[in-house]
């Protein structure tokens, strides 16, 4: 029985703004519990909500990068639970009329373009936080704090279009990529920035029906989704093998230990008794405010990647290197405007991320140090074939340091660039003596290995030999021996 | 004018001879603990929560700089479901014993703002929710022209308070008629302004859409200077009717020219008699003052009852979801968090609290939702719609607020559906958002205060007291202009 | 239609609230009392009645800037219990509810 898998994902963005969606506290706080709230907040008898006009804005931004229909009203809701994180014991969020509905966000899996269709969008507001005891001699207490309760979010829904987690983990990463690149979230899982609820299915194989499905929780990381999801499948699989049922369930992933564990049955289906929130009034998206926030979207990853690489000539794979971060993108596009864009693109994927990495820098500090127009002389001078790769790493580091263009930089450190043909030509002599087969090789026709003998040239040369001219050089030796016969 | 009789006064002369130096705010607010309550506090039991200490720090901020504060001096009572940062506030009920808000309600801050001081929270309804302030967990207000009969409710205790003298203004809330009836009770003004016009941040939500805060007073003039201190958009409540509050300056231009809809179908049945020969002098008043009285055919007020129950409890069970003992108010057991919270419901809420909670939760589950709640909220717009079509034809409706004088404690509280039936004629205004006014009308030959309700379209506050200040009773005749310092009939006490 | 005593006994659970044995059944038959009052919608012509939404539109949101906070203090002040900044209750697992 070939079974396959189909799975929806409940996705939810903490919003970047500076204060909570029905309240002025800030959204943004540190370690001291409680030290963010208000009556409205905390749910104090008399509080009223009022909403954040730039929550609203930065979620109908992403609706409208999402490719989202957005109604001209939307109504809040109130979705109610007793639960001691939720001040009123309900929830102010959207239920049937929410901000946005349908929209797709495109994700590359396994080197392939995909689009994975969403039902919906909508905000709603986040839950305080509970600590409960750990360890045995703990005080008998939960701890309630409630600096996080009414933080923005979006809550996005897919429709059930995931067939593998490996396309889930695809959708996660891109859609981290574009809340980032938006600037509405900061999208960090780890801190509850983006989370990712499932829900999962099996079915035969071209069965239009869906299966029974469950749903899974806590799921902390995009690794941990994947993870987790191929657990659950494999338990499911096992179930429907052995000619079991799937039971409705919630589960918990422990990532930790690589293992499922059941949080609860689903004997009894909430009851949430959704009703219009009647402390809201409806809200409504003039057409006019809607075209003005479209207009205003910067070029979305996807459609940067994709000019990158018909305009710049970037492999695809690069593109989309360049494009995970859209200061990452500006950046190199900075420097491409002034040197050879597929030379820009390799420096700025390897050595630019190789020194954020080292050096634990953000992309602006490292901006700050080597503005990409500085990077470009450099990038240009390789390019040319006028500085050597050895050399040009050197003056990078140099660089990121110091001021001042390559020309300038070299001459500080005394470095110098052999560009002299005649002795470059001496080198290639000599080269060429040391590796007498690989040249016969390369006069046979197999002309790659001149690269190996340039390298060579390069490295005789202490790393100073500038690699145009030396191939010159090096192609002129060749000739000669050529016409001479090989001798 | 000795300070001995400042209970007395209208509100507005009150607040003139305090900025006048004539007299103290200390005076001002201290005149009707000394008098009145003295005499009728103790039976009545209008107040909740009072504390002198808070009422003299009040007159103080006062004190300093009375000028230009249309209500410099005057004593307010509040109802205890408006948060006060000086008093507690617990909405008469055990679950928020010893609450005390971290913060003023708007109209409470507008007040103080005024000038005004409180001078006391004022026994209610357990969560507003009762026609007889006979639910309040501090025991029961009596009704000062009867002390064997209800004040009304649920801002009993308001109403009351304004009527013995302990002070000339008093602020309510009206969900459903719990200003309005308790003042046609008590024998005085009660005004519920039109949805939106009076903030409702401070004020414990009961039922989100209908309930509004509402102002008691003795005199027609004291209503329009509250309203204008007090009305308008306030940043903090999303629901506020934005634009300016209408200009109530005008309360005494009269009534000439103005028509008012006389729906005698609804009182053809099922309204006491005596209440009716109100109503009949009510419209005679405003004739004789150059009124015209247009009859029509209103709707009997059964469908919007039956919405009103379903609406109003679904909303006040989502707000009361709040009070479980986690944050404030009283904690119940422990164990685990469940049955605290369950068990500090069950024993901090009373019984027609829950009844209504359950009422309301049902009306919203998965299931009911349609049947109920939705189809409340479409008889809703009708009712509505009733009322805007009555409003093509005049300016106003005349009608009655409750079908009985002020009936005995007791009477009712058996049975809920008798008690729920005695606000037919109030919830159609909560429901359509309008305004209404009750107005006193004289008494019942027993001696029991009567009234008439004045209900108008949306904004029509200023109509609403015009035509209020025609019918009112006290030696007044239809005189335009002119403010009176002198006392309306005070019950004495038997 | 009357309302069954189970039915209570579910939507109490719904909004936490315990219902002694010995009252059920009355508040079965008060609510069923109100409800069969609400029959007299169902007769009603609700024609082109769309539900009311009571707020009026026209407050636009909020300007994203703070305002407006309460001191720990004040918000701990009124807590049954607190202790180290923190709102105290019984100990609960994750899964109480959704």
Same mark, same amino acid.
């Given at each position: ?57 930065? #979620? ?35 239920? !049937? ?105 099996? *079915? ?28 659950? /499948? ?5 179930? $429907? ?27 009894? /289906? ?11 009034? =409806? ?19 996807? =459609? ?15 593109? *989309? ?69 050895? %050399? ?15 020309? +300038?930089?070299? #001459? ?6 052999? !560009? ?51 191939? =010159? ?15 | @004018? ?82 006060? %940062? !000086? ?101 005085? $003004? ?7 016009? @009076? ?8 039922? &989100?859409? $209908? ?11 004291? %209503? ?56 009949? +002098? ?8 150059? #009124? ?5 055919? @209103? ?17 006040? &069970?989502?707000? $009361? ?14 164990? !685990? ?100 006014? &009750? ?40 005189? %335009? ?12 006490? *038997? | ?50 539900? &009311? ?46």
């Amino acid at each position: 029985m070939a079974l396959e898998a189909v799975i929806g994902l409940e996705c939810h963005v903490q919003l970047r703004t500076r204060t909570k969606m029905f309240c002025g506290c800030r959204a943004a706080f540190g370690d001291e519990p409680n030290t963010a709230v208000c009556p409205v907040c905390l749910g104090l008898p008399g509080s009223l909500p009022r909403p954040n006009g730039a929550a609203v804005e930065a #979620a109908l931004r992403l609706g409208l990068a999402l490719g989202c229909e957005v109604p001209a009203v939307s109504v809040f809701a109130r979705k109610h639970y007793f639960y001691p994180d939720m001040p009123k014991n309900y929830q102010i969020t959207q239920y !049937d009329r929410p901000l946005c509905v349908g929209g797709a966000l495109p994700a590359e899996v396994g080197g392939e373009e995909r689009d994975f269709e969403l039902a919906r969008l909508h905000l709603e507001e986040d839950t305080g936080k509970s600590f409960h005891p750990e360890r045995r001699g703990d005080r008998p207490v939960s701890r309630l704090d409630y600096n996080r309760a009414g933080v923005p979010l979006v809550e996005i829904v897919t429709k059930p279009v995931f067939r593998d987690p490996a396309e889930c983990a695809a959708f996660l990463a891109a859609l981290r990529r574009l809340v980032r690149w938006l600037g509405v979230s900061d999208g960090d899982m780890e801190k509850g920035q983006l989370r990712c609820d499932a829900n999962v299915s099996l *079915r035969p194989g071209g069965a239009t029906a869906l299966g029974v499905k469950t749903e899974l929780k806590n799921l902390n990381t995009i690794h941990g989704v994947e993870r987790g999801l191929r657990a659950e /499948i494999g338990r499911q699989r096992a179930l $429907l093998e052995e000619g079991g049922e799937v039971e409705p369930a919630t589960l918990l992933y422990d990532a930790g230990r690589g293992r499922l564990a059941v949080m609860r049955t689903k004997e009894e /289906i909430h009851d949430y008794r959704y009703f219009p929130e009647p402390d809201l009034p =409806a809200l409504a998206t003039g057409a006019a405010a809607l075209e003005r926030l479209r207009a205003a979207l910067p070029e979305l990853p996807w =459609a940067r990647a994709a000019r990158l690489c018909a305009v710049h000539g970037l492999a695809a794979e690069d593109a *989309r290197v360049l494009c995970e971060q859209r200061e990452l993108a500006d950046y190199y596009e900075a420097c491409a405007a002034g040197a050879d864009p597929r030379t820009a693109s390799h420096w700025v994927r390897t050595a630019v991320l190789a020194a954020l990495r080292e050096r634990g820098w953000t992309l602006e500090a490292l901006a700050g140090r080597l503005a990409p127009a500085r990077l470009a002389g450099l990038v240009a001078r390789v390019a040319a074939g006028t500085l050597p790769g050895p %050399l040009a790493k050197r003056a990078f580091a140099w660089m990121l340091e110091e001021p001042g263009g390559v020309d +300038e930089v070299l #001459a500080r450190h005394g470095a110098r660039v052999l !560009d002299d043909l005649a002795a470059l030509r001496a080198l290639a002599r000599e080269v060429l003596d040391e590796h007498a087969e690989v040249a016969a090789g390369v006069l046979a026709g197999r002309g790659r290995a001149v690269d190996f003998l340039l390298g060579q040239v390069v490295k005789r040369s202490g790393g100073q030999a500038a690699p145009g001219p030396a191939r =010159a050089a090096l192609e002129a030796e060749l000739a000669r021996r050529a016409g001479r016969g090989g001798a | @004018m000795s300070a001995g009789g400042l209970w007395r006064l209208p509100a507005r002369a009150l607040a003139e001879a305090v900025r006048s130096g004539r007299c103290t705010p200390l005076e001002a607010v201290s005149s009707g603990w000394e008098g009145p309550a003295a005499a009728w506090e103790r039976d009545v039991h209008a107040v909740a929560h009072a504390d002198p200490e808070a009422r003299a720090a009040g007159a103080a901020a006062v004190a300093g700089h009375p000028e230009g504060r249309p209500l410099a001096g005057v004593p307010v009572v509040v109802k205890d479901n408006l948060c006060t %940062l !000086d008093l507690p506030t617990t909405c008469c009920s055990r679950l928020l014993a010893g609450y005390h808000a971290p913060y003023d309600a708007t109209v409470v801050s507008r007040l103080r703002a005024a000038g005004a001081v409180v001078v006391a929270k004022s026994n209610m309804d357990e969560f507003a929710m009762g026609s007889s302030t006979e639910r309040s967990c501090y025991g029961p207000t009596r009704n000062p022209w009867d002390l064997e009969r209800v004040p009304g409710g649920s801002s009993g205790g308001s109403a009351a308070a304004v009527a013995y003298g302990l002070a000339p203004l008093a602020l309510g809330s009206d969900t459903g008629g719990s200003v309005r009836q308790p003042a046609a009770f008590c024998g005085v $003004l009660g005004l519920k302004p039109t949805y939106g016009r @009076m903030s409702r941040y401070g004020l414990v939500a009961f039922a &989100s859409s $209908l309930d509004q805060v509402g102002l008691f007073a003795r005199h027609v003039g004291d %209503l329009a200077v509250a309203y204008a201190a007090l009305a308008g958009p306030d940043p903090r409540d999303a629901t506020s009717r934005p634009g300016p509050a209408p200009d109530v300056g005008g309360w005494d231009a009269g009534v000439e020219g103005l028509a008012f809809g006389w729906p005698a179908n609804l009182w053809r049945e099922g309204v006491d008699a005596e209440v009716v020969e109100g109503l009949e +002098e009510a419209a005679a008043r405003l004739e004789r003052a150059g #009124a015209r009285r247009v009859p029509l055919e @209103m709707p009997s007020g059964e469908a919007a009852l039956a919405a009103y129950y379903l609406v109003a409890t679904a909303e006040a &069970s989502s707000n $009361l979801a709040r009070f479980d003992g986690v944050r404030y108010g009283a904690r119940a057991g422990d164990g !685990d968090v469940r049955a605290l919270q369950a068990r500090t419901r069950s024993e901090g809420f009373g019984e027609e609290v829950q009844r209504r909670i359950l009422l309301g939760t049902y009306a919203l589950s998965k299931g009911y939702y349609d049947e109920y709640y939705l189809t409340a909220q479409r008889a809703r717009t009708r009712v509505r719609r009733e009322h805007e079509a009555a409003f093509a034809r005049c300016d106003f409706l005349l009608g009655p607020v409750a079908p009985t004088p002020p009936f005995r404690l007791g009477e009712k509280l058996e049975d809920p559906l008798a008690m729920y039936l005695s606000d037919l004629f109030t919830l159609g205004a909560n429901l359509a958002g309008i305004p209404g006014l &009750s107005v006193p009308v004289g008494t019942t030959r027993a001696g029991l205060p009567r009234a008439a309700q004045l209900l108008g379209p949306d904004d029509a506050e200023p109509v609403l007291l015009r035509a209020a200040r025609a019918v009112e009773v006290g030696g007044e005749r239809a005189r %335009l202009g002119r403010t009176h310092e002198t006392e309306a009939a005070w019950p004495s006490k *038997r | 239609m009357a309302i069954p005593p189970e039915e209570v006994r579910r939507v109490a659970a719904l909004a936490r609230l315990e219902i002694p044995e010995d009252r059920l059944g009355r508040l079965a038959r008060e609510l069923s009392a109100v409800l069969e009052y609400a029959a007299v919608l169902r007769r009603l012509d609700l024609a082109g009645c769309e539900p &009311s939404a009571f707020a009026p539109g026209g407050a636009p949101p909020r300007a994203d800037e703070p305002a407006g906070g309460l001191a720990r203090e004040d918000a701990l002040a009124m807590a049954p219990e607190a202790g180290e900044g923190f709102f105290l209750v019984p100990p609960f697992v994750e899964d109480l509810e959704p």
